[in-house]
């Protein structure tokens, strides 16, 4: 089971996973659970003011830590143990495959912070945040998205979330490479033909003709895959 805690000015955008898919699934068979806490909600003035002006001056607006923190604090009461309190911002660790399982062998309750406007008053990283992630180099509008990845990505390393378990440790960066080509009917599309190989039914044929592929894949458009698994 792992219980994802979200603080975000836009929780409609997370009914993108609760709605559908295989996190919709999850959800339903009690192995995720996701809750939403909007920083507004926590808000002390009438105007529900979540940013200010940035000190120094500059263009944007900063979101401020009261109310986050009032949201996050929120989440914490409610995780189902001590969460990980992980924000969203192309600052952060660029994550990758190794970075999701650990989390997920690790820990059963993490909390998403994802920041909007300029970003969040650098304090509150030292008061609530434990690590801060980016899902790559270019730069959305807002955490959101990053977190949905995040969830998206971790879902489905839970175990028994995947109907076939071998499913995930064969996807693509799982063994360090790229995944091979996959094909289904019909055989012939356009005169494109299905690889011979995978009609004969001999498994350890197959099975090595998948590998080379992976190889000559990875070897093609991901060296530098390679080289992280040697080093
Ligand atoms: N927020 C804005 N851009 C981001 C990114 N690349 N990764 C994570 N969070 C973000």
Known sequence: MLWCGVVSL???????????????????????????????????????????????????MVMKVAPLRAAIGELRKRAPQKPLVIALSPQ??????????????????VIFVAGRYEGIDERLYELEIDQEWSIGDYVLSGGEL?????????????????????????DSFMCG???????????????LRVPEVLLGGNHAEIEKWRTQQRLARTKQRRPDLLKEKVE
């Open 10 to 60: 836009f929780p409609e955008m997370f009914a993108a996973l609760t709605d559908c898919g295989m996190s919709r699934k999850a959800i339903k068979q009690k192995l995720l659970q996701i809750e939403v806490a909007n920083p507004r909600d926590y808000a002390s003035d009438v105007h529900k003011t979540v940013d200010d002006r940035p000190y120094g001056g500059g263009p944007g």
């Open 92 to 109: 952060g660790k660029r994550i990758t495959q190794r970075d999701i399982c650990e989390v997920v062998a690790q820990q059963a309750a």
């Open 146 to 170: 990053a977190a949905m990845v995040a969830i998206d990505a971790l879902t489905r390393m839970v175990p028994g979330v995947l109907g076939h378990e071998e499913s995930a440790q064969q």
């Open 177 to 191: 490479g790229l995944d091979h080509p996959h094909y289904t009917r019909p055989e012939v599309i356009d005169g």
